[in-house]
């Protein structure tokens, strides 16, 4: 099925076109620049941008595969989670399609998407194998997720509070180091030492394999309001910041993966794109004899690519969720425990 792919959960509007498991093109319009000033996602403003965008990005996306709306067999769009007003946008464009050219349309669970991305760097007829173990990572997002098979998953722990994402965007906000904030922190992390400052690692009583980082974010601002760092200290503590939310990300990784005896690990979202995560989850899994995987740098944040793979295997089946289909801030993905 050549199938046309469309994501808006946050601040990227996405389009993609996939071709029997082969991408044929894939297009992201970012709005960092719009929340830049802001040190973070403004929704409203998120939202009038994907109004602007939406149709110019499917154009361009159907363009570079050289095809048109009458060559698309079916339509995939992320139905949650996200923000509200931004799935609102791209459900409404897919509908609007999906109405006046009569095809099938399936809703995509974000996060699903995310787990199945690296797959795009797979030949179709050699996915990641089920069971695996699969960490989300990202500025709205982190959850552990046992992939049991096609469309079966199980939440195994997630954040109480607040995404390793947001802790990098929250904390270059405080260091005046701009937006997006991971991407900057890493950069300046690269001249400084991990070991300098010491912060804290959230180890929650409840819940085996929960995150939890509101805590540390505040540790830090307490640590800047009352010895504010010289600029030549900030590489130090941007370094060390950096490594103690890889740490907590890696810890509870590891019990997880000696919990369920899994033999793969796959990390995806926007901050598994972290060089220090891919590096420190990778030694890990080396230690445990576990095959740990990553999508390539330009999947690893928001895609349709990756929404289009997720909706394939539905819409080959012939399931049509039909113009019923909502959106859903929280949507889950699978069962919790």
């Not at 929650?204 to 505040?218: A, P």
Request: glycine letters at 12%; proline letters at 6%.
């Amino acid at each position: 099925m050549l199938i046309l792919g469309i994501e808006s959960s946050c601040d990227d509007s996405a389009a993609a076109v996939l071709d029997g498991g082969t991408l044929r093109s894939s297009v992201v319009s970012s709005q960092d620049a719009v929340h830049g000033p802001y040190g973070g996602v403004v929704p409203e403003l998120a939202s009038r941008h994907h109004v602007r965008n939406m149709l110019p990005v499917i154009d361009a996306a159907l363009s570079r595969a050289a095809v048109d709306l009458d060559a698309v067999d079916g339509i995939a769009v992320t139905c949650g989670p996200g923000l509200i007003g931004s799935l609102l946008v791209g459900l409404s464009v897919a509908k609007g399609i999906a109405q006046a050219r009569r095809l099938p349309l399936v809703g995509v669970n974000h996060l699903e998407g995310h787990l199945l991305a690296a797959n795009l760097d797979r030949p179709p007829d050699d996915p990641i194998p089920f069971p695996f173990l699969g960490l989300i990572v990202s500025g709205g997002h982190t959850g552990l997720y046992l992939a049991r098979g096609a469309g079966d998953y199980r939440c195994l722990g997630r954040t109480r509070d607040d995404a390793v994402g947001e802790a990098f965007d929250k904390v270059a906000k405080l260091l005046g180091l701009g937006y997006p904030g991971g991407p900057a922190i890493q950069r300046l992390a690269e001249r400084g030492n991990p070991g300098a400052v010491r912060l804290p690692r959230a180890r929650l009583k409840r819940g085996r394999f929960d995150f939890s980082f509101s805590g540390f974010k505040t540790a830090v601002w307490q640590r800047v309001h009352d010895e504010p760092p010289a600029p030549d200290a900030l590489p130090d503590l941007a370094a060390s910041v950096q490594e103690a939310l890889v740490d907590m990300l890696v810890g509870t990784t590891v019990e997880a993966l000696e919990e369920t005896g899994v033999a793969r690990l796959v990390v995806s979202g926007g901050v598994s794109a972290n060089r220090r995560l891919r590096a420190r989850m990778a030694d890990a899994g080396s230690e445990l004899g576990v095959d740990v995987v990553f999508p390539r740098f330009e999947l690893c944040t928001d895609n349709a690519a990756m929404i289009a793979l997720g909706g394939a295997r539905r819409l080959e089946a012939g399931e049509d969720d039909g113009l019923a289909i909502g959106a859903e801030a929280d949507l889950p993905l699978g069962a919790a425990g």
